[in-house]
Each structure stands twice: as C-alpha cells, then as structure tokens.
C-alpha cells in the first residue's frame, strides 16, 4: 500500500491519544544493504529498528482507531480500495465473536462508492454444495469432527483435543457451485473469495503462512490443505475448493501460538495436532467425495450394460413378431439393422469407458509419484555437477601449471582422475538416457515371475562365476509398479553381488520375497566379502565405491536406491543373513499407491 | 607463504590431486583436510587458540555432520573463523537458506561446478589478509565492506 504507516488509538474518557509510526522505507533500505554484506557486526537487522510510540493529548470524546497510511507509492484506484475491501471483509470472523468490537470504515472523496463504507463480510450460504458446522461441548468435554460413513457425512463426538476446543465451518464448492458463485461476484471485489481456511482467534484473523516442509504429504499451506494442486483431480480437494472458518480462543487453545509474530512462531505439538486435525477434517471430505464419484461410475457403467441387455430383449421381440407376421419382414430388418447398431456402439461406449477407467488409474499413480521424479532429476543433476567440478578443476590445474615438475605425480594422478569421473559421469548420464526411454508408466507386475526372469537373464554370468543363484518368491504377487524399474534395482543388487563375491568359495547369491501386511518384502544376500562397518552409511551414495581400480563407479547401489525411492519403497542393509561375510539388503514396496 | 593462520579443508570426496589443495599448500604453511566433518569440528574446537580459516563441503555422509551443524557450532564458539563455503548444493542451499547463511555470517559460497579452485583459493588468501588485518589494524586498508558474499551460479 505504502511505506509508512501511522497508527492513532483512543479509549474514550482518556484525555491522551496514543500513536505508533513504522516507517517501512528505513527497513528497505537497510534490508538491501543487508544482502550485500557478510559482516554484520556494523548493520543492523531490519527488524533491529526500532518503530516511533508517543502520545499526544486529546478530546475525551474522541475514541477509536485510524491508520493512516503515507509514502504511497502508486495512486490507488477504485480496484485497489476493492482489494482492500475484501482483505479488509475477512479481518473480523464471519462467526463474529470480538471481545472489543470495532466496525472498518473505508472513506474515500475520489470513489462514489467509497465515500463513507463500512466493511462487511458477504454471506456465501447459498452457493455451497456441502456445509458443517462442528462445535464442541464444555459439559462433556467433547469437541465434534466430520466422518465419511457410507456415502453420508456426520458429526460424532470425540475426546478433547491436545490443543483445546475449536469452532470449525467448513463451506465446500464442487465445480457446479463454483460456477455458480464466480458468474454472480464476477468483476467484484468477492470473485476469488474462495480461497481455503483461516483462523480467527478472539474473533480476529491470524496470519497463515507456507511453512518448510521436506515430506511430501505434509507439504500444505497452513493450516493445512494442499494448495498445490489437484483441485477437481483425484477426488482431491485444495483450497480453491473451500472456505473454512475455524474459531480459537485464547482461554481455550493457548498453546495454539499466534501466527502473526512469525518471528516468534514455535510450532509444537499443540500446534502440528492442530494441523493434522484440519487436514484429517479434509481428509473425510476427499472419502466421501470419491464415494460419491465411485457410485457415480459404477451405476453409469450399469445403467449401460442394461441398455445393451434391453436391446438385445429388443431385437428377440422383433424375431418373435417377424415370425407372427412374415409380411412386414423388409420393414422389421431396418428395426434389427439400427438395433444392432445400437448394440455395437454401447459395446464400445462400455469398452471406451473400461479403458479409460483404467488409463485414468495409471495417470494418477504415475501424477502422484511424480514428485519423486523431480527429486530424481535434482539427484541426477547433482552427481553430474559434482563431476563437472572434479573434472574442471583438474583440467584447470593441468592448463595453468603443467609441466611443473614439483608436480609431476600429481599431474598424472589429475589425468587419472578425470578419466575415472569421466566414465562416472557418463554412466549417470547413461542412466538417464536409459529412464528417459524407459517404459516407467505403472502397470501391474507379477513380481515372481519378474524376479525369475532377471534372475534367467543373469544365468549365464552366475554358471561363468561359479554362482548358485536362489530365489523363493513365495506366493504370485502382483503390484501395480513401473517393471523396469523394478527390474533395475534387481540387476544392479545382482552386479554388486557378483563383485563382492569375487575370489569367494561357494558362492550363493539369494533373492527370497513375501508379503507383509501392506508391503512386499525382498531380502536380498549374498555370502561375498561384505560391507565395512565404517563404510555402511556411505554405501548408497552416488559415486561411493570400494572398487574404483576394478572399474566400480559407485552408482549401483545408488541407482538401485534411488529406483526404489521411486517406487515408494525403502531399501536398508540388514544383519548379514550369511554370518560372519556376506551382505544382506532388505527392501520393501508398498501395494498401495500413496494416498 | 602465510605461517599464521591454519586451513581446514573438510570434504568427504577430498583426494591427494585436489587442486584448491595445492593451490593452499602453496600459500599457507598448514593446510588439513579432513573427509569427516565431525573431526575436523574436533580439530577446530581444540584448538581455539589458533586462527583458522574453514572451508567445509555441505553434504556429508548421515552418520557425520552436516556442514550447517558445523557452521553452528562454529559460531556457537566465535562469530570471527571465516568459513568459506565449497559446494555442488550451492544453488539449492542458497535458495532455501539464504538468510540463515547470512546470519551466520559466511564469508563466501562456492558453487562446486561454477566456480574454479583458484576463485576459491583466492577467497581464502583474502579472508587470511582480512584475519591477519584483525590484530594489527594498522597495516591493512581492507575493510569488512570490500569483502561481500559471493555468488557463481
């Protein structure tokens, strides 16, 4: 708005005003220069300055609240004094409970409409698709929450909260709703006033804001709905799909700490329940909706496999009556010819519907995991760049001193080196080449019979090295997973094995799964030389390698976790299931996709 | 050849041919790389008598310290050690931690692959001239101003 703001305050029956003044242009110019320097013994902080409190004597009459804003960089025209009125609409809680009540007056001589306005919230009632209002009760100390059961929403009640009791409205719009709502407040200060939840405390708005968050699925806004995307996609609602209200008190939720002094915001764990407890609020929501949506489908899908039934009741009728009335035969076949038309094209209508049920499901796994392949890409990048530098760096070395004989042996130990990052470098980038054509579109995979077949493929290698391969998959298990991948991950633990094994007796190299509640469950071992104990928290870093003379460029491992991480998996060095050498990895997959 | 101050060079992927490590055993007369952070730390805290210039990596292996932790605890003991970050994180650190790394007052951070071992080198010589200038301020015209952060991206 501007850069300096003055604020007068007055209680009536108080003959002094009081006024605090920031001046927002003495913290611009000091947080530029802060960017620049890196001693800060001398500068201050820009929060370090101090803001301007004095009083001033008044009339005891007087009373209320200006702000008055100066140093305005841009003259205001009416749009911006109507996003102002909406900012300003959503300050007091539409639920309204102030403990010191105060009305917002916009006066403005320019505008018409703002000559002397007072600010309102706007009712949204009307439009919403689904409402609840979940109150808490202090007698029995229950606070409500939402819960899908079979295609209904309802309240129970459940114990107290650790974060206290709250007030929650929670207004949702499906796509016809919101249409609804944007053509009436079209070019109004209201269009985009669906824009998620908020919290009032005593009645008046905290501060959200994005917070740092690694986990994928924790990755909201506060107070806790994804913001990203997906809004109408996955039965997965965001906050363009919502207006949430939500009530805290002091008295009650004191360990909810205010959001507005961001400075000093501490997230406990009254705070992270608090979250969750939005999210898990939401989380009901997306159930029912998918319900809903899935009952939908299904009773789409019957009603056409009823129609293809009644035709076909149809063309028996016409048979019956062309044998009653043989006369009318000519006419009866173009009602046959046209009915099995009909049947023809129901049949590829259910058909298009199958397939496209089915492609729909392969996009949203693959939608939904692609976060991990942009941590895949920033991985890759990584291990590229951190050749590059070894790489440039030696060159350079070569270029500005050779042949400086004090470095003689260094210089051929440069030359070496880079030759090995080299061939480093060009494996990674292979192996983005590889996943880039790569078939990674999830499908399912019968992991026995994959499992089996890598093991196949390798059979010649293992009867070369004197290997017996085992492998005991229990049970035919399919899991909806990229093959490839999979298939990766198999190849690269069995080239690890094969070099651990090297100069070993009796070389067993085992590969045994089974499923686990909701996971599948792959031990992996081989009796080869093992892993040192001081190198097992390196062992899956990229470029890590104990045989670098042999040709290891110490992507392996590495690719083979970084594969598995794409599949939502882990993949953990177990007690060695050939003790005292050996190695044993574990790795688990999980069946489901996540949610 | 700088007889005063000592170097520590802390990167899990040093080897004997590093050229930033010639490039500082040629101008200063004690020059230790450590591959574990934790020891280098160590090293530093047990030795507060000396002066140090520290020149970490940031990524470490999990069962060592991060770079930032020993930033922290650096600066937990003195605001004065230059540390001169050296890494290939350079572009994704600074975007996430940007004020954090100015609060603690890194002297200069180095894109691993952007920049070459004698800019970091250099880095070094001038964070030494600028430690050496703290005890006698007399015979240095450099100034904490002529000394700004440093970015290769």
């Given amino acids: 708005m501007g850069s300096k703001l003055l604020l007068r305050t007055k209680k009536t029956d108080r003959n002094i005003r009081n006024i605090l003044e920031i001046d927002w242009t003495e913290y611009e110019n000091i947080s530029t220069e802060q960017l620049k320097l890196f001693d800060r013994n001398e500068t201050k902080y820009f929060t370090d300055i101090p803001n301007k409190l004095w009083a001033e004597k008044s009339e005891k009459n007087e009373k209320g609240t200006e702000l008055i804003i100066s140093s305005v960089r841009e003259i205001w025209t009416e749009y911006d004094i109507d996003r102002l009125y909406k900012e300003l609409s959503k300050l007091i809680s539409p639920l309204n409970n102030l403990a010191y009540p105060f009305n917002i007056v916009i006066r403005s001589n320019e505008y018409e409409s703002y000559k002397e306005r007072i600010v309102t919230s706007i009712s949204i009632q009307e439009f919403v698709s689904q409402e609840f209002s979940l109150e808490y009760d202090l007698n029995s100390q229950t606070q409500e929450i939402i819960k899908h059961d079979k295609g209904k929403l309802i309240t129970v009640s459940r114990e107290k909260p650790s974060f206290g009791f709250i007030k929650f409205r929670l207004y949702y719009f499906d796509q016809y709703a919101k249409g609804k709502f944007k053509k009436t407040y079209k070019g109004t200060r209201f269009e985009d006033f669906i824009d998620g939840i908020k919290v009032y405390r005593n009645g008046v708005i905290t501060t959200p804001f994005a917070e740092q968050e690694a986990a994928r699925d924790k990755k909201r806004d506060i107070p806790g709905i994804d913001k990203r995307r997906y809004s109408g996609f996955f039965e997965k609602v965001s906050s363009r799909d919502l207006v949430g209200i939500i009530e805290i008190t002091k008295d009650l939720n004191p360990k909810i700490i205010d959001a507005t002094a961001r400075q000093d915001f501490v997230i406990n764990n009254e705070y992270n329940d608090f979250k969750e407890f939005i999210i898990a609020q939401i989380h009901e929501l997306e159930k029912y909706l998918k319900y809903r949506k899935d009952v939908k489908q299904e009773k789409a899908g019957q009603e056409l496999k009823t129609a293809t039934d009644e035709i076909e009741t149809f063309t028996e009728r016409i048979k019956e009556i062309e044998k009653k009335h043989p006369a009318v035969k000519d006419d009866l076949d173009i009602l046959k010819k046209e009915a099995r038309k009909i049947k023809i094209s129901l049949k590829k209508g259910i058909n298009a519907t199958e397939e496209l049920k089915k492609e729909f499901k392969r996009k949203e796994s693959l939608y939904l995991s692609m976060l991990s392949l942009q941590e895949f890409a920033g991985m890759l990048a990584h291990a590229v760049k951190t050749k590059i530098g070894q790489i440039k760096d030696r060159a350079k070395f070569l270029a500005d001193r050779f042949p400086d004989e004090r470095y003689i042996d260094k210089f051929k130990m440069m030359a070496k080196n880079i030759y090995h990052h080299m061939i480093g470098m060009n494996q990674a980038v292979e192996y983005a080449l590889s996943f880039s054509k790569a078939d990674t579109e999830p499908y399912e995979t019968d992991m026995k019979a994959v499992t089996e077949n890598v093991f196949e493929e390798n059979s010649f290698r293992f009867s070369q090295e004197n290997i017996r391969p085992v492998v005991e998959i229990r049970e035919s298990l399919i899991l909806v997973i990229a093959r490839k991948c999979f298939e990766d991950i198999l190849q690269q633990l069995i080239d690890n094995s094969i070099k651990a094994l090297k100069n070993r007796e009796n070389k067993i190299i085992k590969c045994t799964g089974a499923a686990d509640a909701d996971k599948l469950i792959i031990i992996f071992s081989d009796n080869g030389i093992g892993i040192k104990d001081e190198h097992k928290e390196k062992i899956f870093e990229i470029y890590f390698t104990t045989t670098a003379e042999e040709g290891g460029s110490g992507l392996g491992l590495w690719i083979a976790d970084s594969r598995i991480k794409q599949l939502n998996g882990e993949i953990i060095l177990a007690e060695s299931e050939f003790e005292p050498t050996g190695t044993t990895f574990q790795i688990s997959l999980p069946f489901k996709k996540e949610e | ?153």
């Fill in chain 2, 1 to 153: 050849m700088n007889h005063n101050i000592e170097i520590i060079v802390a990167d899990d992927n040093l080897t004997d041919d590093d050229p930033l490590m010639i490039f500082l055993q040629e101008e200063f007369s004690e020059v230790h790389p450590f591959t574990k952070s934790a020891e280098a730390w160590q090293f530093v805290s047990q030795n507060l008598t000396k002066k140090f210039i520290i020149v970490p990596d940031l990524q470490f292996p999990k069962n060592d310290m991060k770079g930032k932790e020993v930033l922290e605890e650096i600066r937990k003991i003195s605001k004065t050690i230059p540390v001169i970050i050296r890494t290939a994180y350079a572009d994704q650190e600074r975007r996430r931690d940007h004020i954090n790394y100015i609060d603690k007052q890194v002297s200069a951070f180095f894109d691993r692959a952007g920049s070459d071992y004698d800019e970091v080198g250099e880095k070094v010589k001038e964070a030494a001239a600028l430690l050496d200038a703290q005890v006698d301020w007399g015979n240095s015209d450099l100034s904490v101003s002529d000394f700004q952060i440093q970015s290769r991206i």
